[in-house]
């Protein structure tokens, strides 16, 4: 708890916390990052659906780029926002779980990209993993228990 104390306290976080656009900016991004990031991974895994089979699935690596902006976006946003309540989020099994999610569909994401595996299975699994990430975040804001470290 000494650590979570140390980042909330630092005026940075504190300055994030106390503004009047700092966070609502943050969680723009992070949701813009996370548009990019799993859009781009949802459109590979519905190729293996059948949608947008006139398209060859080399040109879906092109998605690449997009997700790795979006990833560094959200990374980055997601880092200010933790930096704004880490007692919130540190504490909070939910976000324990939302990383698990967002690690299952990264990996699976680059498995579906280099076309190996059960790729029908694969692309349910991306999609599950995705919407595990989306679920768990929107839970964040409703099932903490702390919010601050006095």
């Not at 991306?126 to 919010?147: E, P, Q």
């Amino acid at each position: 708890m000494d650590a979570i104390r140390w980042v909330q306290d630092l005026p940075f976080s504190t300055w994030i916390r106390e503004s009047s656009w700092a966070v609502f900016t943050f969680l723009i991004l992070h949701m813009w990052g996370l548009a990019l990031l799993v859009g781009g991974s949802a459109l590979v895994a519905l190729r293996n659906f059948g949608f947008a089979k006139t398209i060859e699935p080399a040109l879906f690596k092109r998605f690449t780029p997009v997700m790795w902006t979006g990833f560094v976006l959200a990374l980055i946003s997601g880092l200010l926002l933790l930096m704004a309540y880490p007692a919130k989020h540190l504490t909070n099994p939910v976000f324990a779980v939302k990383f698990a999610f967002l690690i299952a569909g990264a990996l699976l994401t680059r498995r579906l990209l280099n076309g190996s595996g059960s790729l029908r299975l694969t692309a349910a699994a991306v999609l599950l993993a995705w919407a595990g990430v989306i679920a768990c975040g929107d839970l964040l804001k409703y099932t903490n228990t702390v919010l601050l470290v006095y």
